[in-house]
């Protein structure tokens, strides 16, 4: 870490799953395909249903 630069913070490792998509080179259904299938770990969900 360089001077002035902040600790991550579990915050900051949060995705959205379009930005996900994104560094996968992958398109957002792509995602949830490979969720619905079990290949990717379940993710923690808001009240509002959104992947945390």
């Known amino acids: ?11 900051d490792e949060l995705m959205k799953i379009g930005e996900l998509a994104k560094a996968a080179h992958t398109q957002v ?3 949830r395909y490979y969720e619905r299938e079990g290949l990717l770990p379940e993710t923690a969900r808001t009240d509002g249903n959104y992947r945390m």
């Open 29 to 31: 259904e792509t995602i």
């Open 1 to 11: 870490m360089s001077l002035g630069e902040k600790p991550a913070t579990a915050e």
